[in-house]
């Protein structure tokens, strides 16, 4: 299993970003997936999960609104299209996936937001 994030950056508030995540390795399109993000000094903290279809994403309450996730299971990727970013949105952000009770986690793209 092979998860690779990409996209992060450093942003002002307000401003947009989109992250990737390109799987490898394991059924994707059989896989429910999820962004998880870190902050420093604090612990990992859900993002937002989608199911194998893309039919019914779910958002951590800090996401909602501002946040999308999304898949393209013919190209293995994950997507989290993050609009009207806040300084509180700092963190490195995580791809992970959950395979039998085995759980893969990207190396993460760090996500800046700054003024």
């Known amino acids: 299993v092979q998860l690779v994030e990409s996209g992060g950056g450093l942003v002002q508030p307000g401003e947009s970003l989109r992250l990737s995540c390109a799987a490898s390795g394991f059924p994707f399109s059989m896989s429910t997936m999820s962004w998880f993000r870190q902050a420093p000094g604090k612990e990992r903290e859900f993002v937002a999960t989608i199911s194998r279809s893309g039919a019914r994403p779910s958002y951590a309450d800090s996401a909602k609104g501002r946040f999308t996730i999304s898949r393209d299971n013919a190209k293995n990727m994950l997507y989290l299209q993050m609009n009207s970013l806040k300084p509180d949105d700092s963190a490195n952000y995580y791809c992970?996936?959950?395979?039998?009770?085995?759980?893969?986690w990207g190396q993460g793209t760090q996500v800046t937001v700054s003024s």
């Open positions: 992970h996936t959950n395979r039998g009770g085995e759980v893969y």
